[in-house]
């Protein structure tokens, strides 16, 4: 082939490393695919290191440290197809170990070095003609084709069997790939795969499609995998370091059991395992409902911990489903699996493409810690008048979490985010694009025992005019109001109805209390209405009496008020401040706020009767 032409004549070799702790240096190479994959002792790649690329007669250079420093003699590497843009040789992999180089044709060794590697001098040569087939064969134990243990990857045979063959036999190999290659039509999974283990094994296998992330969801569409099995595709209950590239799942089209949960991952009867799974540029479009209790779920995890989600569409009822307790009482059909409440923390969703039917959230958190959500979701079951029937929050958090970390765009859902539960020290930003006749609310607390503490919420609307609802609310609880709001910020935007937050109608005895509440937006936003369990506006009246020179008049006295009960200044707004020369005070005393006229003359003054206004704020 000669240099310089285009994708027909050279393929991309990708390559992936990360530290070796434990485990040698595992390399293998396929068709036009070449990947490296070393392993942390926790089975979990790590990158950082250095790739040198030689010629077929390369050597290692040694070090004084026993260690080596690349191989020599180097060649000339590039960065794209046409061989016209040079890359540095040697070049660094990046954060999570992936690296890639375009080469000339021919024969050449690579060297991978870096603190804690074992150097090793590895061989490859290429071109790989774009369009030949995958290798049907395993290569040296390292890649499995599942075309190799019996698939068909035609629509119609069940290729469960040869998925599963296919992953057993990269298990028993200590590891390894399991290839999906380009097939004539979808593969039909009719039986879900077990991936579990029990006890807790780091498994060391990748799930590597051909999709490129961009798999069709057509029926019968090439490199898919056709999910039939009615309930759960792929269980990794109890396992860590399973990683899934590339691979597009559907169970909309082209079956007739379609599958509910794409990922299922929780942990052993041990209360072990469920951590380090790992999905990057797939596709999981499940079945969706738009009644009924009948949910489906991109991926349910139950416990699982440090998993990381990268470049991810997830389509269902519930995208994702993220729990320290078995909300939806799901099972894995495998092994036992543990009960109860779990740790659940320390997992990353991160440039995730998010549909669901509207029937749930996007995104389902309970009890949680240390979560990253960004990215994009769209409700397909958004109308000009949103249904009642269908959930109403793009997002629902609930069950106590902490150090969360939230910055998406959410289409179609009338509210933001539903908290029932305590959220601490977390960053909720977003951008909130409801349907255009629906009711907007930013964020609905609705559990009265919540406390908010050193929490930042940022949700920009884009209405083209205010709400009259208030944005940040509290009052649709069976116990309206939260227990604590605490070094809390809100960004209202436009909305003139910026917060309404009753505090302290959960009587438990323990602290209820609010202070230093700061909002942003607009010269529209009201002040934040932040009440301790009475009213926090109202009216009186002002009789035609003369008030007696340098003297007060008692109009009213308001009980169970937030005056003298915060944490932090307590003002009482009155309207009109002042009529017919006298001044209109409203004095915070306890619960109470003690409304008077008074008149600061030498003389009498008789005002005409009127109705007056009075309103609580920090």
Known sequence: ????????????????????????????????????????????????????????????????????????PTVSIYTNAALTVSESNPFQADGLGNFHFFVAPGSYTYAITGPNV????????????????????????????????????????????????????????GGGTVLVPSSSSCYLLSTAINMTS????????????????????????????????????????????????????????????????????????SNAGGQGIKIIDSVFDMVTHTSGTTYSFGAYLYGSE??????????????????????????????????????????????MELLSSGLGPFAYFNGTGNMTLTGHGWNTGQAASYPVALYGYALHILGGNTSMYVNFRQEGYPGFAYVAGSLNNSRIYGTHAPAASTPLYGIEFVDASTALQGDTFHIADEYSSASTNYYYDANLGSTTGVAIVDNVSFYCGLETNCVNIPIGNYATGGALYWKDVRWSGSGSNEYPVISFGGPVTGTFSIPATAVAATSCTALLTVNGTSAGRSASPVMVDMFPQGYYNLLLQGNPNGSQINIALCNPTSGSITPAAITGYWRVRQ
Not at 216 to 233: K, M
């Open 1 to 72: 082939m000669a240099m310089g032409q285009t994708s027909t004549m050279i393929k991309k070799l990708f390559l992936a490393l990360a530290l070796l702790v434990l485990w040698p240096v595992v390399t293998f190479a396929q068709g036009y695919y070449y990947q490296n994959v070393s392993w942390s002792a926790r089975g979990i790649p790590a990158g950082g290191a250095t790739i040198t690329v030689c010629s077929s007669a390369g050597t290692l250079i040694p070090t004084s440290t026993r260690l080596v420093a690349g191989c020599t």
């Open 118 to 173: 074992t150097s090793t001098l590895f061989s490859i040569t290429v071109p790989i003609v774009i369009g030949a087939p995958f290798p049907v064969t395993d290569k040296g134990g390292q890649v499995f084709n599942v075309k190799a243990y019996g698939a068909l990857g035609d629509g119609t045979a069940n290729d469960s069997p040869a998925f599963q063959a296919a992953y057993n036999a990269a298990v028993s190999a």
């Open 198 to 269: 029990s006890p807790s094994v780091i498994q060391k296998v990748i799930i590597q499609g051909s999709t490129g992330g961009h798999g069709g969801v057509a029926s019968g569409a090439a490199d898919l995998i056709c999910a039939n099995t009615g309930g759960i595709l792929f269980d990794v209950t109890g396992s860590d370091g399973i990683i899934f590239k590339d691979i597009a799942v559907t169970s909309q089209s082209g079956v007739t059991a379609p599958s509910l949960i794409g990922i299922y991952a929780a942990r052993d009867s």
């Open 306 to 351: 440090d998993d990381y989600f990268t470049r991810d569409n997830f389509s269902a009822d519930y995208p994702l489903m993220v729990s320290g307790t078995n909300a939806f009482a799901q099972d894995s059909a495998f092994i036992t699996e543990a009960t109860g409440a779990q740790s659940e923390t320390q997992d990353s969703f991160t440039d």
